[in-house]
């Protein structure tokens, strides 16, 4: 009887350490979700971000901003999700906007040279070219930044509107380092050169730039017939002014090659 008594204690013993092992598993099994919903929280962030941006560029502004919407509802401190959201102001219009979320973006992450550079086009687009030279700047020292060459690029435009030639000359060099087949970044050279009054280089880079446009704007033309002119090369010159007047009749460069040359 005292050997079942003792059978029957140990038993209840493994019973009572079994359940207390399963309520440990069940406390564990608790932990873990806890960790999968923050997993779960990541990915439908990134879903909703994603499902943004491809909105964005199909130009279905409402449809992203739901998606937004939602993302800043799973995490209002996304510097990607404002960022989108600057995006899709600065679309419609909403500038205001557009600046206040590129700023938030920035003030959550300042080492996200996207936003940066996003945000510096924005500038430029709203004439503010020394406060995109100033984001540019940042930009183009992110060593690893895989448009760095397009941002030096955006940055010698800036300066050019700054009438800072020689460090627009010097961003556009950049540039053509990291991208030596670049034919529009030939023409920048070929500009900026012009008006720093090298115009043996000006050609140089307009007839390397020339040999791979298929088609020429109008103000490249007008800065072909500029350097014609100056070489007194006067077949190129009525060759490029009458394409200019047959391409483009209404633009400011037709107006501008008529009154230099008006008479000719």
């Known amino acids: 009887m005292r050997f079942q008594h003792n059978k029957v204690i140990r038993v209840l013993a ?13 406390c564990v099994t608790t932990e873990r979700g806890g960790i999968g919903d923050k997993q779960d929280d990541v990915k439908a962030l990134e879903y909703s971000v994603q499902l943004a941006r491809t909105y964005i560029r199909e130009g279905n502004w409402q449809a992203a901003k739901r998606h937004l919407k939602n993302a800043l509802e799973i995490d209002d401190t996304s510097f990607e999700v404002y960022e989108a959201l600057a995006l ?3 679309n419609t219009g909403e500038f205001e906007l557009a600046e206040e979320n590129y700023k938030k973006s920035i003030r959550l992450n300042g080492d996200f040279s996207r936003v940066r550079n996003n945000y510096a086009t924005f500038l430029y687009s709203q004439k503010r070219y020394k406060e995109a030279t100033e984001q540019l700047e940042i930009v183009v020292s992110d060593t690893l930044y895989e448009r760095r060459a397009a941002a030096y690029v955006n940055l010698g435009r800036a300066y050019m509107q700054l009438n800072k030639l020689n460090k627009a000359e010097e961003s556009f060099n950049r540039a053509y380092l990291m991208q030596r087949r670049n034919y529009a970044l030939m023409y920048q050279l070929a500009d900026v050169y012009y008006q720093l009054g090298d115009y043996p280089k000006s050609q140089q880079y307009y007839d390397a730039y020339q040999a791979q446009a298929k088609k020429q704007p109008a103000e490249a033309l007008w800065l ?9 090369d006067r077949n190129k010159l009525s060759s490029f002014a009458l394409a200019l007047k047959n391409l483009y009749p ?3 460069e037709y107006l501008l090659y008529k009154e230099a040359f008006g008479n000719e």
């Open 224 to 232: 072909g017939i500029r350097l014609a002119d100056k070489f007194d």
């Open 250 to 252: 209404t633009s400011k």
């Open 88 to 90: 899709v102001f600065q």
């Open 14 to 26: 493994r019973l009572l350490l079994l359940c207390s092992l399963l309520g440990l598993a069940a």
